[in-house]
């Protein structure tokens, strides 16, 4: 019997035109960095409202005075002042669907570009909520950012050749930077650490990190098992890939910013939140799909360089 003659078969090289390419949600979105810093800050809801400045009162602190005998009370005066947050950031994400690619194309492709639409306005908003961290403490460029290692020394691209002199943090430098929102008089609770991926690696590493009798947890919520971060020291602790990267002065090394902060030392004004909306455009023959959200970000505590970033404070670790 002759062999069979395969040479001329029908392959998957042939037949790509039969082939519908599936846009699978699970794999194109596995990109997706995670965000966190949005949901952490104060939000400041200004929907539906006019304007393009939101005025806070920021009134100094009293002071008791003691009763004398027989004497008025001693009246307080003094004159508040404010911070002002601008609704000036505008994001939006736009795509035009012929009709011929939307009825050809599987339901799953207008779900995945509107999911995309959404993640890619969230991220704008997460960036620049993280991006007010350069200017904590009064300073520029990260200049009043601390170490992690003892979280005290100042963060210096210059040091060690021109390389840096960032570090991870360790168990000391996190206690030493949350005493700095201590000394400020900060509130104790709503305090967040954000720190990138190589960062959590580090940090399960440490005992103080994972050992149930300082992070509180048991079984399958223990950090060692599935890589939670937890909490630590009243602080609870998150991971995001947004974080900005930071060079040193070489233009070669790279190192990270963690940032430790207050909940109310930031804060999220949304005048409009994210939405998506379609429009059929008839001289096209298509549909157009347009995403877009109107914010305004703010430090309210941010502390000047003598006080190292009162309610917030930037810790440069190695990227």
Same mark, same amino acid.
């Given at each position: 019997?002759? !062999?069979?003659?395969?040479?001329?078969?029908? &392959?998957?090289?042939?037949?790509?035109?039969?082939?519908?390419? /599936?846009?699978? @949600? #699970?794999?194109?979105?596995?990109?997706?960095?995670?965000?966190? @810093?949005?949901?952490?800050?104060?939000?400041?809801?200004?929907?539906?409202?006019?304007?393009?400045?939101?005025?806070?009162?920021?009134?100094?602190?009293?002071?008791?005075?003691?009763?004398?005998?027989?004497?008025?009370?001693?009246?307080?005066?003094?004159?508040?002042?404010?911070?002002?947050?601008?609704?000036? $950031?505008?994001?939006?994400?736009?795509?035009? +669907?012929?009709?011929?690619?939307?009825?050809?194309?599987?339901?799953?492709?207008?779900? +995945?570009?509107?999911?995309?639409?959404?993640?890619?306005?969230?991220?704008?908003?997460?960036?620049?909520? /993280?991006?007010?961290?350069?200017?904590w403490g009064g300073g520029t460029a990260y200049s009043e950012a601390v170490i992690g290692s003892d979280g005290i020394t100042p963060w210096d691209p210059s040091a060690s050749s021109n390389a840096g002199n960032g570090a991870a943090i360790s168990d000391a430098g996190l206690?030493?930077?949350?005493?700095?929102?201590?000394?400020?008089?900060?509130?104790?609770?709503?305090?967040?650490?954000?720190?990138?991926?190589? #960062?959590?690696?580090?940090?399960?590493?440490?005992?103080?990190?994972?050992? $149930?009798?300082?992070?509180?947890? $048991?079984?399958?919520?223990?950090?060692?098992?599935?890589?939670?971060?937890?909490?630590?020291?009243? /602080?609870?602790?998150?991971?995001?890939?947004?974080?900005?990267?930071?060079?040193?002065?070489?233009?070669?090394?790279?190192?990270? !910013?963690?940032?430790? +902060? $207050?909940?109310? !030392?930031?804060?999220?004004? #949304?005048?409009?939140?994210?939405?998506?909306?379609?429009?059929?455009?008839?001289?096209?023959?298509?549909?157009?799909?347009?995403?877009?959200?109107?914010?305004?970000?703010?430090?309210?505590?941010?502390?000047?360089?003598?006080?190292?970033?009162? &309610?917030?404070?930037?810790?440069?670790?190695?990227?």
């Amino acid at each position: 019997m002759a !062999a069979f003659d395969t040479a001329n078969a029908m &392959g998957v090289t042939d037949l790509d035109k039969f082939i519908p390419e /599936v846009w699978s @949600m #699970e794999i194109l979105a596995a990109y997706k960095a995670n965000l966190v @810093m949005a949901g952490l800050v104060s939000l400041l809801p200004h929907r539906g409202r006019k304007g393009d400045t939101i005025h806070i009162p920021t009134p100094p602190r009293g002071t008791a005075t003691v009763k004398a005998e027989a004497t008025p009370v001693a009246l307080i005066n003094d004159t508040p002042g404010e911070v002002t947050v601008h609704l000036d $950031q505008h994001y939006h994400y736009a795509r035009l +669907f012929e009709d011929i690619a939307e009825v050809q194309a599987l339901a799953s492709m207008r779900r +995945f570009y509107t999911d995309d639409a959404g993640y890619a306005l969230s991220k704008a908003i997460d960036t620049a909520l /993280v991006n007010l961290a350069a200017t904590w403490g009064g300073g520029t460029a990260y200049s009043e950012a601390v170490i992690g290692s003892d979280g005290i020394t100042p963060w210096d691209p210059s040091a060690s050749s021109n390389a840096g002199n960032g570090a991870a943090i360790s168990d000391a430098g996190l206690r030493r930077v949350i005493q700095t929102l201590d000394d400020n008089d900060v509130p104790g609770r709503n305090r967040y650490l954000v720190i990138p991926p190589v #960062e959590k690696r580090n940090l399960l590493g440490e005992p103080r990190f994972t050992e $149930q009798a300082f992070v509180g947890e $048991q079984g399958p919520a223990n950090s060692i098992r599935n890589g939670l971060v937890g909490r630590l020291y009243g /602080v609870d602790i998150f991971m995001t890939s947004n974080l900005p990267t930071i060079t040193a002065d070489d233009t070669t090394t790279k190192y990270r !910013a963690a940032l430790l +902060f $207050q909940k109310e !030392a930031l804060v999220l004004a #949304e005048q409009v939140g994210v939405r998506v909306q379609t429009q059929y455009k008839l001289e096209h023959l298509a549909t157009l799909m347009v995403a877009d959200c109107v914010f305004g970000v703010k430090t309210l505590r941010g502390g000047t360089a003598s006080d190292k970033g009162a &309610g917030c404070q930037a810790i440069i670790v190695p990227a």
